[in-house]
T-cell receptor
């Protein structure tokens, strides 16, 4: 099974940096994804990590340590529009399959204050 | 990228009835997924729909309650059967890897969701 844990809520001010942590346990790890979801909308893809290290994409970066079962999403130069839920998701590959299913954590609701 | 549409976008249904949700993808994909998102909660995977075979259900979900069809590589339906108020939720369709690809880095795209209220 999958056990994905992330904080429920975080707050920060405009222009600041925030780090959202995610820990996971899974038997067939095949990648970790971060999604952003605004209220009433579908999740949208932010980042993907399958190897250890940092992936940077503009104001957003994502880090993965497979040995620790740990990832974080780093958001820099926060803007009001970054207020949203951030979902950590793990792709779990069945034995003998090259494909996998995506399982989500409960999401971290980020509020950015002016 | 894949563009996914769902119908209906929302519905209010009576207890004991059934609702079928349609999901259309603008490209051929190997796997399609159905998720449920209850208010204030994250996404819970219901089942994986593959063409030509029965859907694979996650623990806690059964075919009699959530029958799924996958007649081709761009379309799937999810039926919520014999509904109760506990089934009130947003149901999201998602598309996986393009047909012919086994790239695990391929991101999953999501449809806009169907907001279901059972009274």
């Amino acid at each position: 099974g999958q056990n994905i844990d992330q904080p429920t809520e975080m707050t920060a001010t405009e222009g600041a940096i925030v780090q959202i942590n995610c820990t996971y346990q899974t038997s067939g790890f095949n990648g970790l994804f971060w999604y952003q979801q605004h209220a009433g909308e579908a999740p949208t893809f932010l980042s993907y990590n399958v190897l250890d290290g940092l992936e940077e994409k503009g104001r957003f970066s994502s880090f993965l340590s497979r040995s620790k079962g740990y990832s974080y999403l780093l958001l820099k130069e926060l803007q009001m529009k970054d207020s949203a839920s951030y979902l950590c998701a793990v792709r779990d590959r069945e034995r003998g399959s090259t494909l996998g299913r995506l399982y989500f954590g409960r999401g971290t609701q980020l509020t950015v204050w002016p | 990228s894949a563009v996914i549409s769902q119908k209906p976008s929302r519905d209010i249904c009576q207890r004991g009835t059934s609702l079928t949700i349609q999901c259309q993808v603008d490209s051929q994909v190997t796997m399609m997924f159905w998720y449920r998102q209850q208010p204030g909660q994250s996404l819970t995977l219901i089942a994986t729909a593959n063409q030509g075979s029965e859907a694979t259900y996650e623990s806690g979900f059964v075919i009699d309650k959530f029958p799924i069809s996958r007649p081709n590589l761009t379309f799937s339906t999810l039926t919520v059967s014999n509904m109760s108020p506990e089934d009130s939720s947003i149901y999201l369709c998602s598309a996986g890897e393009p047909e012919g690809s086994a790239d695990p880095s391929y991101e999953q795209y999501f449809g806009p969701g169907t907001r279901l209220t059972v009274t």
